[in-house]
Every structure is written in C-alpha cells, then in structure tokens.
C-alpha cells in the first residue's frame, strides 16, 4: 500500500503546498471513505462481475470527492478539472483497496 501511495504521491502531487506525509493521510482518508460507503461492500467487494462493479467505483469515488469537496478544494479541482488525474486516483485507489 505504502508503494502506491508513494507511486501516486510522486506523479500527481509535485508542485502541491502539502508535505508527503500530509499527501499520504489525504489519500488514505480517501480510501477509508470509499470503504466506508454504505455501496462499498455489496457494489464494489463483493461483486463479481467487473463491470458493474467499476460503475459502482466510479459512483463511490464521485461520491466520496464531492463529500470531501470542502476539506480538500485543491484535490477536488483537480479531481473535476483533469481527467488524467481523475483516472490515475481511481486507479490507485482501486489497488489500495484490492490490497486490504
């Protein structure tokens, strides 16, 4: 887990006012939200077929960025404003959940 943050920490937040340890609690906020989602376990865990469950992901992550909006205006705009960003998020994100 510590990897992909690191990984997603290096690539997408270069530039960012936030310290790496700041980054590291940002993203793991990001991805105990997504589990705890009321969704999360029926949608996304246990299901089996990968398309319903990327669409349920999908429907969690925008969920849980537009919640955290407040608290994270800097992440949010980058979530809404850059597709690369946005996708490369999910991406990790997926992987850290796929860990636990």
């Known amino acids: 887990m510590e990897e992909i943050i690191r990984s997603f920490n290096e690539r997408w937040f270069?530039?960012?006012s936030a310290t790496?340890?700041?980054q590291r609690i940002k993203f793991l906020n990001?991805?105990?939200s997504?589990?705890?989602h009321p969704d999360f376990e029926k949608k996304f865990d246990e299901?089996?077929?990968p398309?319903?469950?990327n669409l349920a992901f999908e429907k969690i992550m925008k969920e849980v960025m537009l919640k955290r909006r407040?608290?994270?205006?800097?992440?949010?705009?980058?979530?809404?404003?850059?597709?690369a960003f946005r996708s490369a998020l999910y991406?990790?994100?997926?992987?850290?959940?796929?860990?636990?």
């Open 20 to 22: 790496p340890e700041e």
């Open 91 to 100: 991406l990790s994100v997926k992987e850290a959940l796929t860990m636990n």
């Open 47 to 49: 299901n089996s077929d």
């Open 14 to 16: 270069q530039g960012w």
């Open 70 to 83: 407040k608290e994270e205006l800097e992440l949010y705009k980058l979530h809404n404003q850059d597709e």
């Open 34 to 36: 997504v589990q705890a």
């Open 30 to 32: 990001i991805v105990e």
């Open 51 to 53: 398309y319903s469950r």
